[in-house]
């Protein structure tokens, strides 16, 4: 089971670790999780099994990371820019939201932003608003919660945190293959 944590592209849900570990249900696969959590600490180990995006996976523990090179991932292939970030914590922050909300927020124009966050798999299109024009609404995405190490949006900073935005110091433990979007 650790080796199917460590290979897993995408968080593990405990039915999903149950199936593949030929387990009889979740409920055996969070105690061998637990075990296999136990045993990372007390050997030491510089992975970590952490609940993220809804399911489980190993990771470097955020001490180690200054040290491994950056994850082979689209986010770090072109690292997003302050302005994306703005973008991205409103639409995280308000979801679901219309492009006027966040261009109101920002005070500038944020469409090809949306886009570009869109492309990168880091919003999704939730529906459409029921104002005039019926817009768009956005929301953030599962992988959103995974670049950014989140179990879910409740792991969000509350907004009079006043923190500012940073890239995500963690990395998997194996190169993302990012393609599901259902946040």
Known sequence: MEALLYLARQPLNLR???AAAALSGPADAR?????????????G?????????????????????RWL????????????TRASLETLSIVAARQPVVRAEVEAIRGV??????RQ?????????????????KPLMYGTTTRFLRVFGLRD?????SPDQDAE?????RQNASPPADTDTAA
């Open 16 to 18: 999903q670790i149950a």
């Open 31 to 43: 105690d061998a999780v637990a075990a296999i959590r136990r045993s990372m600490a007390l050997r």
């Open 45 to 65: 180990s510089a992975l970590e099994i952490t609940d993220v995006a809804g399911g489980l996976q190993m990771l470097t523990k955020s001490q180690y990371a």
């Open 69 to 80: 090179p950056p994850p082979a991932s689209p986010a770090a292939e072109s690292p997003l």
């Open 109 to 114: 124009g944020c469409g090809e932003l949306l």
């Open 117 to 133: 966050l869109l492309d990168a798999d880091l919003l999704r299109i939730v529906g459409r608003s029921g104002e005039l024009g």
């Open 153 to 157: 949006l409740d792991d969000l900073p």
């Open 165 to 169: 935005p940073s890239q995500p110091t």
